[in-house]
């Protein structure tokens, strides 16, 4: 993998992931293009004094510079404000799932089969060699979900805030006692996908990872007839 990599987001697996990473795109083409502009601008007004005196004086250029900025706007808040509500959708929801932070685990309870319930802790590093799995973000019980499925997530907690975050599905929850948030998304291919809890909740806030597993609709069936 090439330095550059490492700036980007990561490969997004949901639709509303490659849409956001889409919608960063657009926003850096519109910000690259404002900084060359202002830049010659300035750099213009240094060495050009009849520019300068332009700038400064010329009521039309005074009306572009005003009305310019609030189009600009416009193609960046239409976009934005369409995937606000994307995010917010929830669209008949196959399996609805339970996610409770807990310092320092996630407990899992899956509303759909009473008999799911589990925790999920952080795999120890000295474990790491028998396991597999990546430090700090492996965890010993995965959230399974069933890929190409609307998924509907709810988000609590039990004792302080927390944040169940997942990049790669972009989704993002603050886990707040007493009170439930949900969030929705539909995970488009097989894999593991990590996260983290992206709320400073304390002494081992580093310490709550997130791993999602999709696995084919079959497989997770199998796996809930397990419990």
């Not at 606000?84 to 309870?109: A, F, R, S």
């Not at 975050?165 to 993002?172: E, N």
């Not at 007493?178 to 996908?193: E, P």
Request: a neutral charge; charged letters at 10%.
């Amino acid at each position: 993998m090439a330095w550059w990599d490492s700036l980007n987001f990561q490969n997004g697996a949901s639709p509303l992931m490659e849409q956001l990473i889409t919608f960063h795109d657009h926003a850096m083409v519109i910000l690259i293009l404002i900084m060359i502009f202002v830049s010659h601008i300035m750099f213009s007004m240094l060495y050009n004094v009849f520019i300068h005196r332009l700038l400064l004086q010329h009521q039309t250029i005074e009306l572009i510079w005003t009305a310019l900025p609030a189009i600009i706007l416009l193609f960046l808040a239409f976009p934005s404000l369409r995937l606000l509500y994307l995010m917010d959708e929830i669209n008949h929801p196959c399996v609805t799932i339970k996610v409770i932070g807990k310092q320092w685990n996630w407990i899992y309870n899956y509303s759909n089969f009473s008999l799911v319930k589990f925790s999920s802790f952080m795999v120890p590093t000295n474990k790491l060699d028998m396991s597999g799995g990546f430090r700090l973000l492996e965890t010993d019980n995965h959230m399974v979900i069933p890929a190409e499925t609307q998924m509907r997530v709810l988000v609590t907690s039990k004792d302080v805030i927390h944040s169940w975050s997942v990049p790669s599905l972009g989704v993002k929850a603050d886990a707040i006692p007493g009170r439930l948030n949900q969030l929705s998304f539909t995970c488009t291919r097989v894999g593991l996908f990590y996260g983290q809890c992206s709320e400073i909740c304390g002494a081992n806030h580093s310490f709550m990872p997130i791993t999602v597993e999709s696995v084919p609709l079959s497989s997770f069936v199998s796996w809930v007839k397990t419990y």
